[in-house]
Every structure is written in structure tokens, then in C-alpha cells.
């Protein structure tokens, strides 16, 4: 019985071409906060666990480095700031290029109509401060794929 082999030369350079490429990026988390310290803090939580973040003091700081940083794979941010809050940030990311994102919600100050509005833009969740720092790492690294 011959041999016969299932793929052709051209198929197996393909794959071969493909087995080499190196690894994209690892995704990275963009944090958007006007309060410094609790965007930092965030950031140092999820990078002590080897998330990559990036940061972000406003709304429009946010959605500029969604539109020029494609390793961005999930967004958390503050529901409350100035002069563009988390929902409206939410809204704008929802109608670009960029709507499949997974987005966080995190508030020290919200309400139910808050939730209800967030849940509405399909947020992943809505968490409150203070922050649960094991169920937000196991969120993270769920959106990102990462092992738990």
C-alpha cells in the first residue's frame, strides 16, 4: 500500500510558515480613572499578577489609546468622572471599532438605574468599591484568557 500523505508541500509550508510566527503580545488591560491613585493602585494590583496595564485619567485619553493601541483586550474603568463618565465612555467605545471589547465597571457611587444602564451595554460586570481584589483578578484573567 503506498504511502500517502495528507498534506501537500505547498499545505506543509503553510503551516510550518505558520508554527514559526512569533507570539503576539500579551493583551493588556487599559485602566480609565480620573483619580490617580486609584488607577495606579488598580494597576499595581493586576501587574503583581502579571497583567499588563495601561492607563487612562479620562474618557477621551481612553479612547484615543483604544483607537492607536490594538493590544488593548479589555477596559476597566471608574463610572464617575469628569467631564466624560464611565457609561458615556462605555457608549462611545460600543459605537467604534472597538465594540466587541470587554469592559469592567467599577463605582463607589452607583445605583440601580447605574447597573441597569451598564448592564445595557453589555458590560462583562459591575463591580463596587472596594474592590474584591481575588474575584477582579479572576474576571481579568478570564476576559484575557489567561490560566487561573
Given at each position: 500500500m503506498p504511502d500517502h500523505?495528507?498534506?501537500s508541500d505547498a499545505e506543509r509550508e503553510a503551516l510550518?510558515?505558520?508554527?514559526?510566527?512569533?507570539?503576539?503580545?500579551?493583551?493588556?488591560?487599559?485602566?480609565a480613572d480620573d483619580d490617580k491613585d486609584a488607577r495606579e493602585l488598580?494597576?499595581?494590583?493586576?501587574g503583581l499578577d502579571g497583567i499588563r496595564c495601561i492607563t487612562a485619567a479620562s474618557g477621551k485619553a481612553a479612547l484615543e489609546l483604544l483607537e492607536s493601541n490594538k493590544s488593548i483586550?479589555?477596559?476597566i474603568t471608574d463610572l464617575r468622572m469628569a467631564p466624560c463618565n464611565g457609561l458615556d465612555l462605555i457608549r462611545q467605545v460600543r459605537e467604534s471599532e472597538r465594540a466587541a471589547l470587554p469592559i469592567i465597571i467599577i463605582s463607589g457611587d452607583a445605583d440601580v438605574?447605574?447597573?441597569i444602564a451598564a448592564m445595557h451595554l453589555s458590560v462583562v460586570d459591575f463591580l463596587l468599591k472596594p474592590i474584591d481584589t481575588t474575584k477582579l483578578l479572576a474576571l481579568v484573567k478570564h476576559e484575557l484568557g489567561m490560566v487561573l
Open positions: 500523505d495528507i498534506l510550518s510558515a505558520v508554527m514559526l510566527e512569533p507570539d503576539l503580545p500579551p493583551q493588556r488591560v487599559l485602566i488598580l494597576a499595581e494590583i493586576l483586550g479589555l477596559l438605574r447605574d447597573a
